[in-house]
């Protein structure tokens, strides 16, 4: 199977956009580097899900299919996907630090919920999700003025890609008159004012790419095309987080499969949050440097399987190497995301990837809030 969509290439394609504009973007001017999308507009809903994505898990839930269903029932049983899930924030200074982090934890644990009730929402038609989603969305609005702490991009960039997805599948598909214009304007404002400067510099490895990956998924829930632009452009070219310095070309190693099997995994399932968000926006993000991507998923997939792997020690990330390749570890719920891009989408040959999503089917949550999780429900075609 190919791609059969012909405007689905790194050049310039028209898509329609109704977000918000003008006062409501973050930024006028377009800060992208020497790279662009070639895009003229966003298309929404978007983030990780066009409302085609949207329409196919509620058709295929409806219909009772697998392995959509069984996605479903594990999706719909996680905590953070209740309409009675009790919202901890919103508080005026999240601080995620290594020497305490007040406010950290409220955060993504309402960031889980804000998503994963807007997307049973979608599914169920239940307004009772869309009012938890919208209510955990406005009081962090109307409370957040600052996140702090050593690892702050961390928590902006993780936490905000995770939000921003809820705030554009509410935005879109949200009951009429549940979100005026000036409190989606005041959200807007709180990821431009709070979010975006401590994730507009990049940084190294798989830290940089946190901040990549939010800035990204922020751009789109802000309709904010500029922004876009900057984390394309750092997708495609920066010398310390961008996708040929995170995965090694001929081998697939990942600049951190030194460091530990989590971070790999954490910097490969962000990698295709990433390159999802660019495909409903018309790109092949996934076909970047000839699909390194997939060479990083079926590296990592091939050595936690128990398989030999080759290793070079002076691959890494710009400031840090390691001697040897880390300890096998558990898999994390990123691979169905990969496997129906890569093997039912392209038709391109993943055996280690697909047995890993195989073994992990129906993907269960997404590590904290690290990833989207359940990609059995969320991203099966």
Known sequence: MTNSHPRRRFLQITAVGAGLAGAASLYGANQAGAVTSGLTALTHPGVLHSRAD?????SKVAAGAEPWLSGYNVFKADPFSSSSYVMAGGRATVTRDPAGDPG????????????QNAVMWYITRDTAHATKALQ???SWTNALEEINGKDAELAAGIYGAKLATAVEIMHYTGPSGSWSMSELAATVAMFKNIFVPLINIYGDGGYGLMGL???MQIAVACN?????????????THTCCGLTKLIRSGSGQCCESGRDQAH??????????????GWVQGLDMFGASDS??????EYTAKYNLGNTVPYDATFGRCSTKWPSLS???SFRNIYEIAYNHYVKRAGKSAPYTAQVAGRLRPEGDGTQCDHPGFGTLLFTL
């Open 264 to 277: 790999t995994q954490l910097i490969l399932g962000s990698l295709a949050e990433i390159c999802q968000a």
């Open 213 to 215: 990956k939010g800035m």
């Open 327 to 329: 300890a096998r570890g």
């Open 224 to 236: 904010d095309l500029a922004r876009f632009d900057d984390a394309y452009n750092a997708f495609m």
């Open 104 to 115: 950290n934890t409220e955060l993504w644990r309402d960031c889980n919920a804000a998503y």
């Open 54 to 58: 949207l329409d196919r898990m509620r």
């Open 136 to 138: 955990i969305i406005k």
């Open 292 to 297: 390194l991507l997939l060479s990083g998923y």
